[in-house]
């Protein structure tokens, strides 16, 4: 099993930056793809971006394109997710997960088998 910890949320203004990382522990030679997804109040959890650990392919939400980046550091075990040109409607808690299965579906939530605690992001002026 792996312990997946996340860090780099906060308070930023509408255009700001943000970058989260999330760094994962145990046994995460068995990782297959580390995703992000985020829940605002009263909504689904919805998909952000996701990363396959071998090979380094990497998925993006249409909302988000452009504007944020996943991206991985292999001898920390930690992926990231720089947000730029942050909007309102960005604000949510934001989460990354591990999937050990090697889904085909990397934006489903389902699919994947470890989550974070969870980070909130609150963009507003």
């Known amino acids: 099993q792996v312990q997946l910890v996340e860090s780099g949320g906060g308070l930023v203004q509408p255009g700001g930056s943000l970058r989260l990382s999330c760094a994962a522990s145990?046994?995460?030679?068995?990782?297959?793809?580390m995703g992000w997804f985020r829940q605002a109040p009263g909504k689904e959890r919805e998909f952000v971006a996701a990363?396959?650990?071998?090979?380094?392919?990497?998925y993006y939400a249409d909302s988000v394109k452009g504007r944020f980046t996943i991206s991985r550091d292999n001898a920390k075990s930690t992926v990231y997710l720089q947000m730029n040109s942050l909007r309102p409607e960005d604000t949510a808690v934001y989460y990354c997960?591990?999937?050990?299965?090697?889904?085909?579906?990397?934006?489903?939530?389902?699919?994947?088998?470890?989550w974070g605690q969870g980070t909130q992001v609150t963009v507003s002026s």
């Open positions: 997960a591990a999937d050990f299965d090697g889904s085909n579906y990397y934006a489903i939530p389902d699919e994947y088998d470890s």
């Open positions: 145990g046994r995460t030679f068995g990782i297959y793809r």
């Open positions: 990363l396959t650990w071998s090979g380094g392919s990497t």
